[in-house]
C-alpha cells in the first residue's frame, strides 16, 4: 500500500500554495514554528550548516529555495557569513523577507527573488550551495527540480536539504488523503526516493538520514502550542480556522508517532 501512496498525485497547484502562505495559514505556522518555518528552527538549521562546513568558510554563495519569510537567510547570513539568495514563488512572502532584513548589519549578503523553484532565475554554476528545509514537498515535479538544483550549483558544489516524506509503516489511503489535503501536498517523496532523484541527476550522495523520532517529537509540540494559543488563534483566525488546523496537525501527529510519514535529510556534491 505504502508503494501506492508515495506514487499517488493530489490535485494542489502552486498556486493553492501560495493562497496558504499569504494568508492566516503562512502566520498560522509562523506561531507554530517560528519565522525558521520548517521543523526544529534555527537549532535544526545550525546542523545543516555544520554538516556542510558552512561554519568554516565565508561568503559562501547559497540558494535557499522556498525561502519563506527569509529566516534561515538572516541566521545563515548573520552567523555564518554565508551569501544567501532567498527563492519564493509567494510575493507576499518575498515582501515580508524584504522587510524583515532591511536596516540588517548583513542586509548587503542577501538577496530575495521572486520565483520557481522549476524554472529557477538563475544562469548555470553559480552556487557554492544549494539548500532546502522543509518546502519541497510543495513543489510537484521534483524529478524537475532536482535537475535544476544540479544546473544552477557549480561544480564541487553542495545540496543541502530537509524535507516532509513518507515514512517506513504503511498508510491507510483515507489517512493519507487528508494529511495531504490539509497541507495541499501535491505528492511526496521517500527517504530512498530522494536518494534515487539526486544520483538520477548526476550528483553524489554524501549522507542521508531519517528523522523520524524528532517529527514525533515535533508534532506533540505543535498540538500543544495550538491548544496553548486556542483563544489567540480564535480571536485573530476564526473558530472554524482553528478547529481545521487542531485536526490537521493531530492528524499528522499520529502519522508521524505511526511512521507513516517522516522527515528526510540529505547532503550530495556536485563532481
Ligand atoms: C514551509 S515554507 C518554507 C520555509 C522555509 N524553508 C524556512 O525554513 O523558513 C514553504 C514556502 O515554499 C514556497 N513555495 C512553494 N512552492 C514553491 C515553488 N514551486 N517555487 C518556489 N517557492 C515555492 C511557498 O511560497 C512558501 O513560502
Known amino acids: 500500500m505504502v508503494k501506492k501512496m508515495n506514487n499517488k498525485n493530489y490535485n494542489f497547484s502552486v498556486w493553492d500554495v501560495s493562497e496558504v502562505y499569504a494568508g492566516p495559514g503562512g502566520k498560522l505556522w509562523e506561531l507554530l514554528m517560528g519565522e525558521q518555518i520548517h521543523v526544529g528552527g534555527s537549532e535544526q538549521t545550525d546542523i545543516l550548516a555544520k554538516k556542510i562546513g558552512l561554519d568554516r568558510y565565508k561568503d559562501t554563495y547559497l540558494l ?46 542577501i538577496e530575495y527573488r521572486l520565483g520557481s523553484a522549476l524554472d529557477i532565475p538563475s544562469k548555470d554554476n553559480i552556487f557554492d550551495v544549494v539548500w532546502g528545509q522543509d518546502a519541497w ?19 564541487e558544489g553542495v545540496l543541502a536539504f ?65 491548544k496553548e494559543n486556542k483563544k489567540n488563534i480564535i480571536n485573530n483566525f476564526g473558530q472554524e480556522l482553528y478547529i481545521e488546523a487542531e485536526n490537521g496537525v493531530k492528524a499528522w501527529q499520529e502519522a508521524a508517532n505511526k511512521k507513516w510519514v517522516s522527515r528526510g535529510l540529505w547532503i550530495a556534491k556536485n563532481s
Open 64 to 109: 535557499d529555495i522556498c525561502s519563506a519569510l527569509g529566516g534561515p537567510a538572516r541566521h545563515l547570513a548573520e552567523k555564518y557569513g554565508t551569501r544567501v539568495l532567498g527563492l519564493d514563488i509567494t510575493p507576499e512572502m518575498i515582501k515580508e523577507a524584504k522587510k524583515r532584513t532591511n536596516g540588517k548589519s548583513y542586509e548587503d549578503k
Open 137 to 155: 514537498c510543495y513543489v510537484r515535479d521534483k524529478p524537475r527540480l532536482i535537475q535544476e538544483v544540479k544546473r544552477v550549483l557549480k561544480s
Open 162 to 226: 530537509t524535507d516532509w516524506i513518507w515514512g517506513s509503516s504503511e498508510i491507510p489511503e483515507s489517512k493519507a488523503d487528508y494529511l495531504m489535503e490539509f497541507m495541499v501536498f501535491p505528492n511526496l517523496q521517500t527517504l530512498e526516493g530522494y536518494l534515487q532523484l539526486i544520483e538520477d541527476s548526476g550528483l553524489k550522495i554524501l549522507e542521508k538520514e531519517d528523522l523520524s523520532t524528532d517529527f514525533g517529537y515535533h508534532m506533540d509540540k505543535y498540538v500543544s502550542i495550538l
